[in-house]
Nanobody
Framework: QVQLVESGGGLVQAGGSLRLSCAAS????????IGWYRQAPGKQRELVAT???????NYADSVKGRFTCSRDNYKNTVYLQMNSLKPEETAVYYC?????????WGQGTQVTVSS
């Protein structure tokens, strides 16, 4: 079992920055990849960024160059640094852990970008 807790969301003006955190607990060693997803009202959940247990990162085209995914193994925490935020990126942001055969989700954190 893996438990995930997101934090760091809030209200920011367009062009601003936020850093989201995803704190993991439980069977940490079983995690192969952490992904950040977002879901805007009335839209499907979409993948934003991923970071593997080896540290490799991947980003959606829409956030490349603006978002950075990193991790602190000592704190068992993954971060999503979001810069130059746009109003259309207002959404609930979730982190997701992939283990051998199961996905785990956090509860999400709201990010609101005002124009």
């Amino acid at each position: 079992q893996v438990q995930l807790v997101e934090s760091g969301g809030g209200l920011v003006q367009a062009g601003g920055s936020l850093r989201l955190s995803c704190a993991a607990s439980g069977s940490i060693s079983s995690i192969k990849r952490i992904g950040w997803y977002r879901q805007a009202p009335g839209k499907q959940r979409e993948l934003v960024a991923t970071i593997t247990s080896g540290g490799s990162t991947n980003y959606a085209d829409s956030v490349k160059g603006r978002f950075t995914c990193s991790r602190d193994n000592y704190k068992n925490t993954v971060y999503l640094q979001m810069n130059s935020l746009k109003p259309e990126e207002t959404a609930v942001y979730y982190c997701n852990a992939l283990t051998g055969g199961t996905y785990y989700w956090g509860q999400g954190t709201q990010v609101t970008v005002s124009s």
